[in-house]
């Protein structure tokens, strides 16, 4: 599905806190993330949502933070740093085919991604692993960009989604390209 990735030397655009306008973390993040949980951010850039998210689980909770670029995964380590959030978040480097989430089978509360797996070569995999890592009854939030990702494109991958245990919890909004995915099981 990917053509090309959004390159690290734009990241600090990434992290614009004009962008908090038409995407707050805080709006976005709040009514999922709890005190202590778990959390899982594939495609994370330099963390324009992983802070937040840390702020949201705590100090018991815990962040993951995953992408493809060790320039991203280095700008989010400094600005977690000055944050002073760098014991909620754990950095990791992936590769192209692979988020390298094996360990964390059944671990993870909540995952999300915004304006990533239109990046991602083979989202049937993404999808697979996401769900691996998550807990029976946990959750991805899924949203992609309009600009980027048509109406199809989305609904094709809701299916991918479905095909590899994700199912939408209520009804995805396809003209926002925003789903909430949910992994059967209670947590």
Do not use: Y
């Amino acid at each position: 599905m990917a053509e090309r990735v959004f390159p690290a030397s734009m990241g600090w655009w990434l992290v614009n806190p004009l962008r908090k306008l038409a995407l707050n973390p805080r709006r976005l993040l709040g009514a999922h993330i709890k005190p202590g949980m778990t959390v899982l951010e594939p495609g994370c850039g330099m963390g324009f949502f992983s802070l937040p998210a840390a702020r949201l689980a705590g100090p018991q909770g815990r962040v993951i933070c995953v992408d493809l670029q060790a320039g991203m995964i280095a700008g989010l380590q400094k600005r977690a740093a000055q944050a002073g959030l760098s014991d909620r978040i754990e950095l990791r480097v992936c590769a192209a085919d692979s988020l390298r989430i094996g360990d964390l089978q059944g671990k993870v509360d909540f995952a999300f991604a915004v304006a990533v797996v239109h990046e991602v070569p083979d989202d049937g995999r993404f999808f697979r692993e996401i769900g691996q890592a998550l807990k029976p009854g946990g959750r991805l939030l899924f949203i992609e960009p309009k600009g980027h990702v048509t109406a199809e494109a989305f609904e094709a991958s809701l299916g991918r989604a479905k095909e590899n245990g994700l199912a939408a919890i209520g009804t995805a909004d396809i003209a926002k390209r925003t789903a909430l995915l949910g992994k059967a099981g209670k947590n």
